[in-house]
Each structure stands twice: as C-alpha cells, then as structure tokens.
Nanobody, 126 residues
Framework: VQLQASGGGLVQVGGSLRLSCAAS????????MAWFRQAPGKEREFVAG????????YYTDAVQGRSTISRDNSKNTGYLQMNSLKPEDTAVYYC????????????????????WGKGTLVTVSS
C-alpha cells in the first residue's frame, strides 16, 4: 500500500494550494480518507475527513469555510483545496485512510487510521 501526498509548497498569506493524495495497492473507494497536519513542536491534528463514497465530510474549525476535501475514486486520488491560507496553516500535511464508513460528524483520530502517506510541507509566509 502506498499513499503519495503532493502539492505542498511556499505560498503567501491569502494564497491557495491544492494537495493531492494518490493511493495504490488497495481499493481506494472502500476507505474513508482524512487529512492531518503537524506543525513544528505540535501534535498531529485532524484537518478534514471524507467518507469513502464522498458524501460526508467534516472539517476542523480552523479550516472550516476555507478548505474543501474531495476525492475521485476513479483516479484513486483524494484532494484538499485550501484557500485564504494563514501563517498558522504552516505544517506538514498527511493523508491517511481508514477502512470504515464515516458519518462526517466528528474528527478522526490519528491513532485510528490504517494507512499514512509521507506528508507534504505547506509553508505560508507573511
């Protein structure tokens, strides 16, 4: 199983980025997907999650209204569109999968995920 996150980079405050997570070695459409992030010196935190069918989503308050999680099961790829970026969004972003349904009503826990990608660095400069 391999998850390859990409799309990170250096962006100015107010800018946008689209992160991608390409999955292989499993049936992507049977896994709920989530994005987490970890800033220097901080614990890994949940950012957004999406049910394997794509219908249910949930966002942490910090990105609600500025980010959109989505997926294309035909391409085995998930996405996180982030807009109006802030310096506090600076972190390594990880995609992760868990093989169970997701109601989209609560944040997922890092220790509950089955598979992780290596992460992509997002740096927001002011």
């Amino acid at each position: 199983v391999q998850l390859q996150a990409s799309g990170g980079g250096l962006v100015q405050v107010g800018g946008s980025l689209r992160l991608s997570c390409a999955a292989s070695g499993l049936t992507f459409s049977t896994y709920t997907m989530a994005w987490f992030r970890q800033a220097p010196g901080k614990e890994r935190e949940f950012v957004a999650g999406i049910h394997y069918g794509g219908g249910n989503t949930y966002y942490t308050d910090a990105v609600q209204g500025r980010s959109t999680i989505s997926r294309d099961n035909s391409k085995n790829t998930g996405y996180l569109q982030m807009n109006s970026l802030k310096p506090e969004d600076t972190a390594v972003y990880y995609c992760a999968l868990i093989r169970r349904p997701y109601s989209g009503t609560y944040p997922l826990r890092p220790d509950g995920m089955n598979y992780w990608g290596k992460g992509t660095l997002v740096t927001v400069s002011s």
